[in-house]
T-cell receptor
Framework: AQSVTQPDIHITVSEGASLELRCNYSYGATPYLFWYVQSPGQGLQLLLKYFSGDTLVQGIKGFEAEFKRSQSSFNLRKPSVHWSDAAEYFCAVGEGNAGNMLTFGGGTRLMVKP | DGGITQSPKYLFRKEGQNVTLSCEQNLNHDAMYWYRQDPGQGLRLIYYSQIVNDFQKGDIAEGYSVSREKKESFPLTVTSAQKNPTAFYLC?????????????FGNGTRLTVT
């Protein structure tokens, strides 16, 4: 069965600093990978996704993520964090067959210091 | 504007009572999903429906029931058999059935059972 691990439950960064959120997955074949962001009391919004091709994918709000097969990782990065980026971030993995569901990681809560 | 509407945003119930959470979408999406979110556990799939009048159990379906009589609507009933119903519930939909079609989320319903 596929699984997703986000090792960091909480991360605090200063505004303007760079950010990297870690995501490791367990899956036999090439997975479909996603990052979602959730503001407090809200639903999830898709930041970016990886299906195939270029392993560095660009998303909304200045985020990017890199798929590294050898490390089974799909870490999310942003060069300069803004206070509005404070939220919870979820990594998710899905199988390639129609009808299969996404498996979500436990989430990483990002706090931004002024 | 198209989207997913979950109501109410906050719901309070006494233990032993059934309660129904509403989810309506006007995105013309075929597939709809219910997730439960608990702190530190990410999202766990309760039920999903790929077409009208059909639905499947997810990972944690015990104590829940759903119906899909209309394409736009996918209500979730939390029954008295659910041992720990207090949680944040998220409804989602996608245009197709494949995992490569991103999920669109509602803003959630926070259920508190005392």
């Amino acid at each position: 069965a596929q699984s997703v691990t986000q090792p960091d439950i909480h991360i605090t960064v200063s505004e303007g600093a760079s950010l990297e959120l870690r995501c490791n997955y367990s899956y036999g074949a090439t997975p479909y990978l996603f990052w979602y962001v959730q503001s407090p009391g809200q639903g999830l919004q898709l930041l970016l996704k990886y299906f195939s091709g270029d392993t560095l994918v660009q998303g909304i709000k200045g985020f990017e993520a890199e798929f590294k097969r050898s490390q089974s990782s799909f870490n999310l990065r942003k060069p300069s964090v803004h206070w509005s980026d404070a939220a919870e971030y979820f990594c998710a993995v899905g199988e390639g067959n129609a009808g299969n569901m996404l498996t979500f990681g436990g989430g990483t809560r990002l706090m931004v210091k002024p | 504007d198209g989207g997913i509407t979950q109501s109410p945003k906050y719901l309070f119930r006494k233990e032993g009572q059934n309660v129904t959470l509403s989810c309506e979408q006007n995105l013309n999406h075929d597939a709809m999903y219910w997730y439960r979110q608990d702190p530190g556990q990410g999202l766990r799939l309760i039920y999903y429906s790929q077409i009208v009048n059909d639905f499947q159990k997810g990972d944690i379906a015990e104590g829940y029931s759903v119906s899909r009589e209309k394409k736009e609507s996918f209500p979730l009933t939390v029954t008295s058999a659910q041992k720990n119903p207090t949680a944040f519930y998220l409804c989602a939909s996608r245009v197709g059935q494949g995992v490569n079609s991103p999920l669109h989320f509602g803003n959630g319903t926070r259920l508190t059972v005392t």
